[in-house]
């Protein structure tokens, strides 16, 4: 049980409950990654999960997907413990949590055409997808995922060296919506891009977001990326949660020292905090991932395999 209540409590239903989390690595000896975490994630918000690097972020996401199993603790996906779940339950539950990871590259066969990338998540999960009649549909459902993250469909025939780095994450995103999922974890999800396509993929997921009623659990050591999509925000530090709020409070009125160091560290663009910093000129320096959103676009067409993701 963590320390912190949120600010305010979202009005919507609760989809994820953590409760008590607990991973350790290597046995008796080893370190403790996650360190009683509790938390819920509500329906139709973005909850970020913001921390330095090793922190646990990445562990307690794939606690939250039953990737890894805990130490300790339960996670529960609208009041299912998913521990108690049949393999064959797991399995159908799993097709309502997705992820997107910062570097989907290393994740796609490369040998593999990007249809057969999206399709993949089909076909696992319904063999009907591989047979004569499912093949069409699945090649036209393949198509409509691909123009729903804004590339055209065209492009399945190609491989994922061809695509730019903006591109893959956006093939890594269409295979992510492919079952429907209700819960989407995006691991650092545009860690690895420069700032301009950065804003187009966050401008995506907002999009893909409403459109679909999508509830994001969003991982980011990047301040500035959360302070742009996330409704509230849970601080994580050493494998604890130090702090959960509304991403208002917890970027305006901090209540942990950790959190006011964190802000402190980096420059975040935003006027009020801007203003408090007095003559410090906190929008000098760094970067602001929101100006180049007027580029906008469509990407371009016929990537030649930039490596930026
Ligand atoms: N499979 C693993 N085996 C052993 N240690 C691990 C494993 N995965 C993560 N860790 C350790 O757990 C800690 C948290 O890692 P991670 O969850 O990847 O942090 P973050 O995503 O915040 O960078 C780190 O010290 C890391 O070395
Ligand atoms: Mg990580």
Same mark, same amino acid.
């Given at each position: 049980?963590?320390?912190?209540?949120?600010?305010?409590?979202?009005?919507? !239903?609760?989809?994820?409950?953590?409760?008590?989390?607990?991973?350790?690595?290597?046995?008796?000896?080893?370190?403790?990654?996650?360190?009683?975490?509790?938390?819920?994630?509500?329906?139709?918000?973005?909850?970020?999960?913001?921390?330095?690097?090793?922190?646990?972020?990445?562990?307690?996401?794939?606690?939250?997907?039953?990737?890894?199993?805990?130490?300790?603790?339960?996670?529960?996906?609208?009041? *299912?413990?998913?521990?108690?779940?049949?393999?064959?339950?797991?399995? =159908?539950?799993?097709?309502?949590?997705?992820?997107?990871?910062?570097?989907? =590259?290393?994740?796609?066969?490369?040998?593999?055409?990007?249809?057969?990338?999206?399709?993949? !998540?089909?076909?696992?999960?319904?063999?009907?997808?591989?047979?004569?009649?499912?093949?069409?549909?699945?090649?036209?459902?393949?198509?409509?995922?691909?123009?729903?993250?804004?590339?055209?469909?065209?492009?399945?025939?190609?491989?994922?060296?061809?695509?730019?780095?903006?591109?893959?994450?956006?093939?890594?995103?269409?295979?992510?919506?492919?079952?429907?999922?209700?819960?989407?974890?995006?691991?650092? !999800?545009?860690?690895?891009?420069?700032?301009?396509?950065?804003?187009?993929?966050?401008?995506?997921?907002?999009?893909?977001?409403? *459109?679909?009623?999508?509830? =994001?659990?969003?991982?980011?050591?990047?301040?500035?990326?959360?302070?742009?999509?996330?409704?509230?925000?849970?601080?994580?530090?050493?494998?604890?949660?130090?702090?959960?709020?509304?991403?208002?409070?917890?970027?305006?009125?901090?209540?942990?020292? =950790?959190?006011?160091?964190?802000?402190?560290?980096?420059?975040?663009?935003?006027?009020?905090?801007?203003?408090?910093?007095?003559?410090?000129?906190?929008?000098?320096?760094?970067?602001?991932?929101?100006?180049?959103?007027?580029?906008?676009?469509?990407?371009?067409?016929?990537?030649?395999?930039?490596?930026?993701?």
């Amino acid at each position: 049980m963590t320390t912190t209540a949120p600010a305010t409590a979202p009005s919507s !239903p609760v989809l994820v409950e953590l409760d008590g989390l607990r991973k350790e690595f290597g046995g008796g000896h080893g370190s403790v990654a996650v360190d009683d975490v509790s938390l819920t994630v509500h329906e139709g918000e973005t909850l970020a999960l913001v921390g330095e690097s090793g922190c646990g972020k990445t562990t307690l996401t794939r606690l939250l997907l039953r990737l890894l199993a805990p130490t300790a603790g339960r996670v529960c996906f609208e009041g *299912r413990d998913l521990a108690t779940l049949s393999a064959a339950e797991l399995r =159908y539950l799993r097709r309502q949590m997705q992820v997107v990871l910062q570097d989907p =590259y290393s994740s796609m066969n490369p040998r593999w055409r990007i249809a057969d990338v999206v399709a993949e !998540p089909l076909i696992t999960h319904d063999p009907a997808a591989r047979g004569r009649r499912g093949r069409a549909r699945t090649r036209e459902r393949v198509g409509e995922l691909l123009e729903a993250v804004g590339l055209d469909a065209a492009m399945r025939d190609r491989y994922p060296h061809e695509f730019s780095g903006g591109q893959r994450q956006r093939v890594s995103i269409a295979r992510a919506l492919a079952l429907e999922p209700r819960l989407v974890v995006l691991d650092e !999800p545009t860690s690895a891009l420069d700032v301009s396509v950065q804003a187009r993929i966050l401008a995506l997921l907002a999009e893909l977001q409403q *459109r679909h009623g999508l509830t =994001y659990v969003f991982v980011s050591h990047n301040l500035a990326v959360v302070r742009q999509v996330a409704d509230r925000v849970a601080v994580m530090r050493r494998g604890r949660l130090v702090e959960v709020g509304d991403a208002a409070q917890v970027f305006h009125e901090p209540r942990h020292p =950790y959190t006011r160091q964190l802000l402190d560290a980096v420059p975040i663009p935003d006027p009020r905090r801007a203003r408090r910093a007095g003559g410090r000129a906190g929008g000098a320096h760094g970067t602001r991932p929101g100006a180049d959103a007027a580029a906008a676009g469509p990407p371009a067409a016929g990537g030649t395999g930039g490596s930026g993701g």
